[in-house]
């Protein structure tokens, strides 16, 4: 059983940065494609950023490309997200998922594996 742990939230100013993590157990890592989404309140869940197994193809929502960056590290079994330029617009519960669609997906119903997700929360 994949487990999904993700760290690194907490409260950021707006332009400032914040970098995610999600650390996998449990399973091969790096056979597989991860991706982020995020739930604000009273939202669904949305769509942020995808990567394929090796880290050499990325997809990003509209609304984050060119502020967020999706990376892997295959030797830690981690993924993470590195936030920057904020706004009180990205403030969401983050959540990290794993999925066995190659090279990756964006939809959430393709992901089998879910972290608890972390509280990003952007404001001044």
């Known amino acids: 059983q994949v487990q999904l742990v993700e760290s690194g939230g907490g409260l950021v100013q707006p332009g400032g940065s914040l970098r995610l993590s999600c650390a996998a157990s449990g399973g091969t890592f790096s056979r597989y494609a991860m991706g982020w989404f995020r739930q604000a309140p009273g939202k669904g869940r949305e769509f942020v950023a995808t990567i394929s197994s090796g880290g050499g193809r990325t997809f990003y929502a509209n609304s984050v490309k060119g502020r967020f960056t999706i990376s892997r590290d295959n030797a830690k079994n981690t993924v993470y997200l590195q936030m920057s330029d904020p706004t009180p617009e990205d403030t969401a519960v983050y959540y990290c998922?794993?999925?066995?669609?190659?090279?990756?997906?964006?939809?959430?119903?393709?992901?089998?594996?879910w972290g608890q997700g972390t509280q990003v929360t952007v404001s001044s």
């Open positions: 998922a794993q999925t066995a669609r190659v090279p990756y997906s964006i939809y959430d119903q393709d992901f089998t594996f």
